[in-house]
């Protein structure tokens, strides 16, 4: 059976939990408390070296160890809905939203509120190592935010899905880009992109 | 007929070209001139709201605006030899390393460079706004290059190719990070890598 590590509060793993809830994927789902440290033991840096969730093990005992790859894999093997594209061309426009969502969207979001949070002190950038907070990235963070929300704004004025006609991963990463960031931004932008999603949540 | 929009002196581009060569794909290709700011006029704004390079203008007139979803598309509308996987798990597994690769060795080298380098100033990130160098994100980048390095060795020490048996996307990502970065590391960390890529470089 696929073995999933899951961490309830974390915005990564829970793109994979809101694909895996669309799909009614049955797998075991082992949670990794990020706040207890969990993923800086051994234990855990035997399974991930990166010492990230979500990481996906297959049967073979092959490991995927982000979550876009993870999205790509499961939306393969259980395709029914689709998410990530039925032929070339569709797959490449989705990728190219997903990875503009998570380079804009939920990196910026992680730039800002982890170079700032008091909780986040020397665990500015997720991963083995230790990096300091640096307070000007915390605000350049921001401004990216800001930025972000104009450009989501504007594309879901034009669009109603981010990637065409449909809903795919790419509306999954900018919802888990926009719901942690609330005290962020402004709560009317997040509110006029919740209730675009709110039947979506998962 | 397709449209590359390329700049040969940046190192995104240089991964479609790599691609490109590869499988000996014709193509339409218009330098886009950086050091000029070609791709901060208007005329490219309306090619790429992002204005960035590589952009591939498809038949239909869609664009797809990064190098990853770019090389997608090429590889699966050419599909001799393939470079981004022929099952679901391989695909996702070239997935895991392709972004392993982009995140920590392309994105590190680009935080370090682009923070110090003078010729950068106020163009801390690639896009449409610009952002001040923060000095202390350049002596970051440059102990993210380091840890990359280390990985990249490491990884190598196992395995011919970063994703398993065979050149792949993620082989690419890798090569273009290490060869611009010599002078951020030790000379002889970038021969031990360049040598590997040799008969590979296009």
């Known amino acids: 059976m696929l073995k999933f590590y899951d961490c309830l509060t974390a915005p990564s793993p829970r793109r994979v939990r809101m694909l895996i809830a669309e799909k009614a ?4 789902t082992i949670q990794v408390d990020l706040s207890k440290g969990e993923h800086l033991s051994d234990a855990f840096r035997a399974i991930n070296p990166h010492q990230t969730v979500p990481v996906l093990e297959l049967e073979d005992g092959t490991r ?6 993870i999205s790509l894999y499961l939306d393969e093997v259980f395709p029914e809905s689709n998410l990530t594209g039925t032929s070339p ?21 992680a730039e800002c509120f982890r170079n700032s949070s008091k909780g986040f002190r020397n665990r500015a950038l997720t991963g083995a190592v230790d990096y300091e907070q640096i307070p000007e990235l915390a605000e ?11 450009d989501l704004d504007c594309r ?17 990463t900018a919802f888990v ?19 675009r999603w709110r039947n979506r949540e998962k």
């Not at 995927?64 to 790859?69: A, E």
């Not at 061309?89 to 979001?109: C, P, S």
């Not at 880009?177 to 209730?195: E, F, Y």
């Open 64 to 69: 995927l160890l982000d979550s876009n790859s």
């Open 89 to 109: 061309q569709e797959r490449a426009v989705i990728a190219m939203w997903q990875r503009d969502m998570d380079l804009n969207g939920l990196m910026a979001v």
């Open 156 to 172: 879901l004025a034009d669009s109603e899905y981010l990637a065409g006609g449909r809903f795919t991963v790419a509306d999954i």
């Open 177 to 195: 880009s926009v719901v942690p960031s609330t005290s962020n931004v402004g709560a009317m932008q997040w509110l006029r992109a919740r209730v």
């Open 140 to 150: 350049r963070g921001r401004r990216r935010v800001r930025t972000f929300f104009t």
């Open 25 to 28: 994927i049955k797998l075991q």
